[in-house]
Every structure is written in structure tokens, then in C-alpha cells.
Nanobody, 125 residues
Framework: QVQLVESGGGLVQAGGSLRLSCVGS????????MGWFRQAPGKEREFVAT????????ITTVSVKGRFTISRDNAKNTVYLQMNSLKFEDTAVYYC??????????????????WGQGTQVTVSS
């Protein structure tokens, strides 16, 4: 059974940092694009960041550019999201995702086949 399991969420004050991790099991994702999405209460899920299979190409949404960094460790089948200078508006459930076939970074949720259960990030103002 293929699974993605996120961890690292929690409560943090504005201006603080968190590092999210997402570990894959059941298959390797070393040849596939992976990404992070988030969903705030009452809002639709939105794209946050994506990374290609080698880790040398990333895309981040404008609202987190310069604050969030996506990276991966293929040996550990893991993708990370380093979040710095957190703002109240970053509060959301964060989901990691993996594509079954695409190697290039992709911002489209429809291109991802596997999703984690989500981890809550709460930023207090």
C-alpha cells in the first residue's frame, strides 16, 4: 500500500519557523515530482511548492516565495518544506503529494496521484 505521511506541523508564533517532512512508503518516489499544498478553513486547497525528481528544479507560490523552501532526499524517500518567517495567513492543513508518472515539477493538483493525510500548521499572531 502506497502511503505518504506528513509530520512537523504544530503551533508557532508569527515570525517563527517549522519544517514539514513527508515520508513515502510502498514505492519509491525518487523518479517523480512531489509537492506541497495547503487548505485553510473555509478556503479551497491551494498549491504551495513543487520539486522535480532530481531536486534541482522547484516552484513556489508567490505568497511564500523567499520564506518557504522545498527540498527532497531521495535516499530517504522524503520531501521537506522549510517554512520561515511564518505569518498568520499561513495557517492551514498542509498536504504533501506525489506524482505516479511525472518527473518535472508541477503546480497542478490533478497531476498528483498520491496524497498524505495532512498536518496542521497554526500560526498565532
Amino acid at each position: 500500500q502506497v502511503q505518504l505521511v506528513e509530520s512537523g506541523g504544530g503551533l508557532v508564533q508569527a515570525g517563527g519557523s517549522l519544517r514539514l517532512s513527508c515520508v513515502g512508503s510502498g514505492r519509491t518516489f525518487s523518479s517523480n515530482a512531489m509537492g506541497w499544498f495547503r487548505q485553510a478553513p473555509g478556503k479551497e486547497r491551494e498549491f504551495v511548492a513543487t520539486i522535480n525528481w532530481t531536486g534541482d528544479s522547484t516552484i513556489t507560490t508567490v505568497s511564500v516565495k523567499g520564506r518557504f523552501t522545498i527540498s527532497r532526499d531521495n535516499a530517504k524517500n522524503t520531501v521537506y518544506l522549510q517554512m520561515n518567517s511564518l505569518k498568520f495567513e499561513d495557517t492551514a492543513v498542509y498536504y504533501c503529494a506525489a506524482s505516479r508518472s511525472l518527473a518535472s515539477a508541477t503546480t497542478q493538483a490533478g497531476n498528483y496521484d498520491y496524497w498524505g493525510q495532512g498536518t496542521q500548521v497554526t500560526v498565532s499572531s
